[in-house]
């Protein structure tokens, strides 16, 4: 499983759904309370129906979604796809901007997650910040390397300790990020 922390903001809509994108709505958020907030989470807990956002990494005919968007061509909106959220906490409110903690199976993007509580808030919401906290056994309390340790016997420690975590398999995939960027400096 994954595990993120974010921060999501009440009250806008982007065409990315975060905070990279054009506005594309905003809405009074004021009448929302946490209880409100909490309330809502439930229904996005366990096994859920969610459509993917349309600036994603997601491809059609082997090109990203996102470059053809970006061309302006005509993408179709991707069908709803059932994913698993295990957990699913409101860290904290602070109007407009709420933190939540993610613990989901693959395919699973937060920021459709976001994007739909301010829906069904009848308002609107955009991921502000999104941290990837966790990927497979790695986490990254345990396992980043921060900028202050990027030396090459830190780095190839390093390298050897997750090297260790993964299973024997060569062929074993990468780590994709929903962004470029979006991931920290993880075991890659």
Known sequence: SQKYTAIGLLGKATDTLDA?????????????????????????????????????ALKKDGERLSTLMKRGEAVEAKPARPVRVYSLSLQQFQPPLFTLDVECGGGFYVRSLVSDI????????????LTRTKQGPFTLEEHALYEDKWTIDEIAQ??????????GDPAHKKLKAE??????????
Do not use: R
């Open 118 to 129: 301010g829906k069904e808030l009848s308002t609107c919401a955009t991921v502000q910040e």
């Open 20 to 56: 990279t994108g054009k506005v594309t709505e905003e809405k009074p958020y004021d009448q929302i309370t946490k209880g409100d907030l909490e309330n809502v989470l439930q229904k996005f807990t366990g096994d859920i129906m969610q459509v993917p956002p349309l600036y994603s």
């Open 179 to 188: 962004h470029p960027g979006e991931a920290a400096v993880s075991c890659e």
């Open 158 to 167: 390093s390298l050897e300790h997750c090297t260790s975590l993964l299973p």
